[in-house]
């Protein structure tokens, strides 16, 4: 059974930093990028940041040079390192898993096992 099991989200004041974790358990083999999206109150789901197997890394134009996404393949783990945060960051953090072809900067998913983990609320304050 895949799970994905997100923390580290909570409440902060603008210009701080938050750390979040996804903790993968269950994950297939097939499955070579792991990441977060997010969701604020009556707006669509977003991408933020994703990583491949191969440590490639894609990120939202908001995010970049503010937020940093890792893994630890050791601890079958990827954080999320948000730093400046703003209050337009403010949304509910999901984790992500799936199968994608990835090629130069074109990241194209084949959704097909769309691992999603509950999410974790992040709430800046200005």
């Known amino acids: 059974q895949a799970q994905l099991v997100e923390s580290g989200g909570g409440l902060v004041q603008a210009g701080g930093s938050l750390r979040l974790s996804c903790a993968a358990s269950?994950?297939?083999?097939?499955?070579?990028?792991i990441g977060w999206y997010r969701q604020a109150l009556g707006q669509q789901r977003e991408l933020v940041a994703l990583?491949?197997?191969?440590?490639?890394?894609k990120y939202a134009d908001s995010v970049k040079g503010r937020f940093t996404i890792s893994r630890d393949n050791a601890k079958n783990t990827v954080y999320l390192q948000m730093n400046d945060l703003k209050s337009e960051d403010t949304a509910v953090y999901y984790c992500?898993?799936?199968?994608?072809?990835?090629?130069?900067?074109?990241?194209?998913?084949?959704?097909?096992?769309?691992?999603w983990g509950q999410g974790t609320q992040v709430t800046v304050s200005s």
């Open positions: 992500y898993a799936d199968k994608f072809f990835i090629s130069a900067d074109n990241w194209y998913n084949f959704h097909e096992y769309d691992y």
């Open positions: 269950g994950i297939t083999f097939n499955v070579n990028v």
């Open positions: 990583i491949s197997n191969g440590r490639s890394t």
